[in-house]
């Protein structure tokens, strides 16, 4: 088939959760079909890698995305009652690709990736449309206004009502759109948008047994992820104010492990407390993985299905999570990881662990099993190719 692949984050590296999920659809695509990917690039860095993707695209088009006229667009958009993040990646540029793109080559099918992609729809012609929503964006942004306060959380509000509406709308438009778990399809309670509506997994890539096990770690506690997105800064904040000092006064000798490119300056001031240490972005993620004896994911906010927590369960490491993290990850409480969600729980967890290295190692074993069993990429994005069929 020829494939148009459109999303608003260049697919590489796939070193981010959205990144990560769109680099496996577009790798395994591309390697069984003819592949046009376009994309935006926000990070001016990343543009050193768009000649990497021509090893599974026949034709890349990477559009350089400034996020302050970004901002200026998705504000604009709000202004008339629509949302901010359409507005964000509706760039004209864009649609003189597509266009001529279309008109050239006579897709077979298309996957847009984010609903923030969705309005290229309008623009694009292909035999079959799916659009993977991923997980439904209006309800992450509903819980960022949860957890802020005066015009940030109306902003978020407002945008979350304004995105719910377009979601559904879109639902209707496409061929078929997909979701990361049963549990964000079930969101959809009407039966004719149901039917629409398919689970494509994540996956973790394949890679080899730990190089050591967690119970022979020192006592280190890690969390990872994009350090600018705001449900992990919240995440390493609230831990460190309410959970690690607690764990400190038990294990003193023990560090708390902050790994994860764009750390801003809320994250960076958590070093001038005892025991943390705030790495920033790393060359090799999982080699610092493989050195926590326990991952931990406090999350309050956010949704889907959480990479970091996949990444850290392939790599044999007992993870904490809370309830918003576990959610997403089809695992048992106590067999292949431990759920926690209030300060004081969230300690005791990690302290027992600290203190019984079989249990981490007997932990991170059944996590990484649990992993093997579930977490394919191929079989993933075989259900989306063959969405695209038909």
């Known amino acids: 088939?020829?494939?148009?692949?459109?999303?608003?984050?260049?697919?590489?590296?796939?070193?981010?959760?959205?990144?990560?999920?769109?680099?496996?659809?577009?790798?395994?695509?591309?390697?069984?079909?003819?592949?046009?990917?376009?994309?935006?690039?926000?990070?001016?860095?990343?543009?050193?890698?768009?000649?990497?993707?021509?090893?599974?695209?026949?034709?890349?088009?990477?559009?350089?995305?400034s996020p302050k006229y970004?901002?200026?667009r998705g504000l604009a958009r709000m202004a008339v009652g629509g949302s901010l993040s359409e507005g964000y990646y509706s760039d004209v540029r864009m649609r003189r690709l597509l266009r001529r793109w279309c008109g050239e080559v006579g897709f077979d099918a298309a996957v847009i990736f984010s609903?923030?992609?969705?309005?290229?729809?309008?623009?694009?012609?292909?035999?079959?449309?799916?659009?993977?929503?991923?997980?439904?964006?209006?309800?992450?942004?509903?819980?960022?206004?949860?957890?802020?306060?005066?015009?940030?959380?109306?902003?978020?509000?407002?945008?979350?009502?304004?995105?719910?509406?377009?979601?559904?709308?879109?639902?209707?438009?496409?061929?078929?759109?997909?979701?990361?778990?049963?549990?964000?399809?079930?969101?959809?309670?009407d039966p004719s948008l149901r039917r629409r509506l398919h689970v494509v997994g994540n996956g973790v890539a394949a890679s080899p047994p730990a190089s050591k096990p967690a119970g022979a770690a020192g006592p280190a506690v890690g969390f990872v992820g994009q350090m600018d997105y705001l449900p992990n800064v919240d995440a390493v904040?609230?831990?460190?104010?309410?959970?690690?000092?607690?764990?400190?006064?038990?294990?003193?000798?023990?560090?708390?492990?902050?790994?994860?490119?764009?750390?801003?300056?809320?994250?960076?001031e958590l070093e001038l407390r005892e025991g943390i240490r705030v790495r920033g972005e790393v060359e090799d993620v999982r080699r610092h993985v493989e050195e926590f004896a326990v991952s931990v994911a406090p999350l309050r906010m956010g949704r889907g299905v959480q990479n970091k927590v996949l990444e850290a369960m392939a790599a044999s490491r007992p993870v904490v999570v809370s309830s918003l993290a576990a959610a997403g990850i089809d695992a048992e409480d106590e067999k292949h990881f431990v759920v926690a969600d209030d300060a004081a729980a969230i300690s005791d967890r990690i302290v027992k662990l600290l203190r019984n290295p079989v249990r981490r190692s007997e932990l991170g074993r059944a996590a990484r099993r649990r992993i093997e069993e579930r977490y394919s990429w191929d079989r993933e994005v075989a259900k989306l190719e063959a969405l695209l069929r038909g």
């Not at 990560?20 to 990917?37: A, E, K, N, P, T």
């Not at 979601?167 to 997909?178: G, K, M």
Request: proline share 5%; glycine share 6%.
């Open 1 to 65: 088939m020829k494939i148009l692949y459109l999303a608003h984050r260049m697919p590489y590296p796939p070193d981010k959760g959205d990144k990560i999920r769109s680099f496996h659809q577009l790798q395994y695509l591309g390697v069984r079909h003819d592949v046009w990917c376009a994309c935006f690039v926000d990070d001016p860095k990343d543009m050193v890698h768009v000649g990497a993707l021509g090893r599974w695209c026949k034709h890349v088009g990477a559009i350089r995305l």
């Open 70 to 72: 970004g901002l200026f």
């Open 115 to 189: 609903s923030s992609m969705a309005p290229y729809r309008r623009v694009i012609e292909a035999g079959r449309m799916v659009l993977d929503l991923c997980d439904w964006d209006s309800f992450k942004w509903k819980s960022f206004a949860r957890h802020s306060s005066g015009l940030r959380a109306w902003l978020y509000r407002v945008e979350s009502g304004r995105v719910r509406a377009s979601e559904l709308r879109w639902l209707e438009a496409f061929d078929a759109c997909t979701v990361v778990t049963e549990a964000e399809a079930d969101e959809v309670t």
């Open 237 to 268: 904040r609230w831990f460190a104010d309410n959970v690690w000092p607690e764990v400190r006064s038990q294990v003193p000798d023990a560090t708390f492990e902050i790994v994860g490119r764009s750390p801003g300056r809320g994250v960076r």
